[in-house]
């Protein structure tokens, strides 16, 4: 029986549903999820048991859903599937796809075809993949994740730059990501066998739900199997629908969620501010409120340029005269410059410190934030 659904939404929130994906998907509201991470078959094509030099046999990926008759007949399964996606995602929404070297450029093509518009690769790169035993091969030690937004021509969709570039040490967040296969503990099993054979590490969808979703927003994953998009979802405050056809991963999933406490952590804790959905505060406004005085100097990191505050909170530095902005980036030599980031003013202790500081405490003073 079909779970009730959110009066607000008409969504089935943070639950399963049974089914094929694209009939299931098919009962959804359209224009209605935020973010989609799909892990569909990857029509691996096995052509016989994988056998390793001392003679036992490789758990490989030979489950029946893995299995299709020809290229053809996958290209149409992708075709109905991400159609019934693009329905149900929202015209800000982005949608995740993994897969490997057998499917992942059929997919892109897909993809591409239907009007989705890709906006990275992003390569994971397994730090520990398993070995090309017959050593007749490199090691196939990456998969690809496409990201793309609904179409060309959307205007706005969510990345949480800031976030990401927090967690790669300050430094933008590259598209080459370097997360071990799911291990050790992780990895789910039953009977002493790996419950699902291509469960993906939670790290991997920490990534991809913190990048590009936000607290509260609704995730579906049409290919739920053993639940990790499910389970980190929900240590992130974002709601899931899994839909998943096979009921001994729906039971699998379903236990390994409910064993996870609803976060009681506060919101601000998961959410990275961006200067881009601050409240914009204007060069001017420090100068009328008397943060910044008229002909104060304000200098560049190294104090090799330095320019001069006007009452009509323009700078001049020699013959350049205009805004923050216009002036650094006149001394640069460039079409363009953040202001913001460029000038610095000399605090009591003689130290430069950014104007930045002087917007962001303006902002908490008329309680901005």
Known sequence: MKPPDDPKTGLPLDTILTGDCAD?????PENSVDLIFADPPYNLQLQSELIRPNQTLVSAVDDEWD??????????FTRAWLAACRRVLKDDGTIWVIGSYHNIYRVGAVM?????????????????????????????ATETLIW????????????????MKHMNDDKQMPSVWQIPICSGAERIKVDGKKAHSTQKPEALLYRVILSSSNVGDVVVDPFFGSGTTGAVARKLKRHFI???RSADYV??????????????????????PSRRTQPRVKFSALVESGYLAIGQTLY???????????????????DLKGSIHKVAAGLLGQSACNGWDFWHFEDQRGELVSIDTLRQQYRADHHLL
């Open 112 to 140: 591409m075809d239907m009007g989705y518009w890709i906006l990275n690769d992003v390569v994971w790169l397994k730090t520990n993949p398993m070995p090309n035993f017959r050593g007749t091969r490199f090691t196939n």
């Open 242 to 244: 899994g839909i998943e």
């Open 148 to 163: 793309a937004q609904k179409s060309r021509d959307q205007k706005r969709y969510t990345f949480n730059y800031h976030a």
């Open 24 to 28: 299931v998907l098919a009962t959804l």
């Open 300 to 318: 560049d990191k190294k104090r090799d340029h330095q320019a001069t505050i006007h009452a009509d909170s323009t700078l001049r530095s020699g």
């Open 67 to 76: 299995k299709f008759a020809d290229f053809a007949a996958y290209d149409a």
């Open 251 to 272: 039971a699998i999933a379903r236990q390994r969620i409910d064993a996870i406490a609803p976060p009681t952590i506060a919101d601000d804790l998961l959410i990275t």
